[in-house]
């Protein structure tokens, strides 16, 4: 059991039974991931492309396009204190976040992935352009024609013409299709203090259509952050980490979506943390929904562990 919770917060991996056209069942594999420093070794691709998926789906921070700034006392980003918001990243030029997508696009092994299965994702704080940043972020019009760059999004898609990189894809035939939605939780998030949008008008719009269309066996819903933890609740005010506890009437409003929706088979995947764990949380669809948290994939599993706290159901620890 732990090999198999390690191996599903670790490197992201999920086995999910379909069928083919003519009726033929086979495993169909889907692996996904965020967190991907293009400066640090990258061993896990290999794991990646030993499991063979399909589909593999990044999660944000697929590069680490900001600056971070060197260790300096008077600079060092604090919530508390006379030197609170003080920040430790600066954004880096549009050509800087270029050189970082093609060193990331060109890694060995994710070459190797790319060769065989269908690459998808959607954009975190670090590959948006700035450590937390929200709606306010001026370069993000040009970061996401970088980001759709780098995961080869067709010219005509229409994710190069609206405002932010949500997006939804569908597998398989009917009556056993896997559906996949992709949350953009930067490009119309508000201030983390503010408790007030996530998604913005318009992709809240998009989603509601998404999850009242058609039904599909499984709908997994990728959110660069985490949806169900609570986590930033019990870590202040000494530090906060970023997730949908933060916008708690937002994340009401998505869990009522689901339910009003009456869709089947509805959970999260989700990242950032540089953790991995299963959280769960029961709702009135009439099933609990599941939030599987891998983060990151540049780091290594210390060990499996169940965690209290509300919410969690197992967690593990990465170094």
Not at 5 to 11: G, K, S
């Amino acid at each position: 059991m732990e090999r198999l919770v390690a191996a599903v917060l670790a490197a992201g991996v999920l086995q999910v039974l379909l069928a083919t056209a003519d009726d033929h069942y086979l495993l169909s594999r889907i692996a996904f991931g965020p967190c991907a420093n293009q400066n640090a070794p990258q061993p896990i691709w290999d794991a990646i492309n030993k499991f063979d998926p399909q589909v593999f789906i990044w999660l944000g921070d697929n590069i680490y396009g900001d600056i971070r700034r060197p260790f300096n006392f008077l600079v060092k980003e604090r919530t508390i204190g006379p030197w609170k918001n003080a920040p430790r990243f600066i954004p880096s030029s549009s050509s800087e976040m270029l050189s970082r997508y093609n060193s990331a696009k060109n890694v060995p092994g994710y070459l190797r992935l790319r060769a065989k299965a269908k690459v998808v994702g959607t954009w975190d704080d670090h590959d948006y352009g700035l450590n937390d940043a929200g709606k306010e972020l001026s370069a993000k019009t040009t970061n996401q024609r970088l980001l759709l760059d780098f995961l080869d999004e067709p010219q005509d898609s229409p994710r190069r013409k609206q405002d932010g990189v949500y997006t939804s894809y569908t597998f398989g035939p009917p009556g056993k299709q896997v559906k996949i939605v992709l949350l953009d939780t930067r490009y119309h998030r508000d201030p983390l203090s503010s408790d007030g949008s996530v998604l913005g008008d318009s992709q809240w719009s998009w989603l509601g259509k998404e999850l009242r269309g058609p039904p599909s066996a499984i709908t997994i819903i990728g959110s660069s952050i985490q949806v169900i933890s609570n986590l930033s609740g019990t870590t202040g005010p000494l530090f906060y980490m970023e997730s949908w506890g933060r916008f708690p009437k937002e994340r009401d409003c998505l869990f009522k979506l689901i339910n009003d929706s009456k869709r089947d088979g509805v959970f999260f995947i989700s990242g950032d943390v540089h953790f991995g764990e299963i959280t769960r949380y029961d709702c009135a669809a009439g099933y609990p929904l599941y939030d599987i948290t891998s983060s990151g994939l540049i780091q290594a599993v210390e060990k499996v562990s169940q965690i209290l706290g509300q919410f969690r159901s197992i967690g593990m620890h990465l170094q």
